[in-house]
């Protein structure tokens, strides 16, 4: 058998890091290492786009694992902490769905995304064409994570890993998103969570609590 050229296996191995990680959050309960967990999977993230754009020759990858790790690594987790901290949530964060269940359920998720995947990596002609299918899983696995929790911020963190697979994926299938629309799509995400912090505000004003099953109360009866 040839081996794997070191490029590609550390590529993989990235990928199979950020998949654990969105394992982790979705088993983690508690807020801040939730955050940190989020920063670790972008750090793994950059460090992937690094990889990637040092054997591809992709001169803009550079740029965006630049970005990766100033934007997910750095500052988003910063203002999230920051948000924690001024909110007091140091409280276990509650699922819809207990830690087993959620388990079991994303490791169906992974089995339907490798599937799905299998056929679109086989006609992509990048180096990680690979993780194509960690990548949809990675998405597949936030968005589980969006659903089960009933809290604000977990539900955010969830986005956030969302848009990292989505990350990979186009990472994987494609070199990645033209500079102008990675800016873009950079922007969007720091000023939504951004408005999302001052309406976290709002909510814990109002019912004393950031589970937004609250937000029900707000229906026209």
């Not at 670790?40 to 990637?52: D, E, F, I, P």
């Not at 934007?71 to 902490?81: E, F, S």
Request: aromatic letters at 6%; one cysteine or more.
């Amino acid at each position: 058998m040839i081996a794997a050229p070191l490029s590609l296996q550390l590529i993989n191995l990235f990928a199979a890091v950020i998949l654990l990680l969105a394992f982790a959050m979705l088993a983690q309960r508690r807020v801040l290492a939730l955050v940190n967990l989020f920063a670790l999977q972008g750090l793994a993230l950059c460090l992937s786009t690094l990889v990637v754009a040092a054997t591809s020759g992709q001169a803009h990858l550079y740029g965006s694992a630049a970005l990766t790790l100033a934007l997910k690594v750095v500052l988003l987790p910063w203002i999230l902490h920051r948000l924690v901290r001024k909110l007091q949530v140091k409280a276990d964060v509650e699922g819809l769905v207990n830690i087993p269940a959620t388990m079991l359920i994303g490791v169906a998720l992974v089995i339907v995304a490798f599937n799905v995947a299998l056929p679109i990596s086989q006609m992509a002609s990048t180096i990680g064409r690979g993780t194509l299918g960690i990548a949809l899983a990675s998405v597949m696995l936030a968005f589980l994570m969006m659903i089960i929790r009933t809290k604000a911020i977990p539900q955010v963190i969830g986005f956030l890993a969302m848009e990292n697979g989505l990350f990979l994926a186009a990472t994987s299938a494609t070199y990645g998103m033209p500079m102008v629309v990675e800016l873009g799509i950079a922007l969007d995400v720091l000023v939504g969570v951004i408005i999302l912090g001052v309406f976290f505000f709002q909510i814990r004003d109002q019912f004393d609590s950031l589970d937004i099953r609250h937000l029900e109360k707000l229906k026209e009866r």
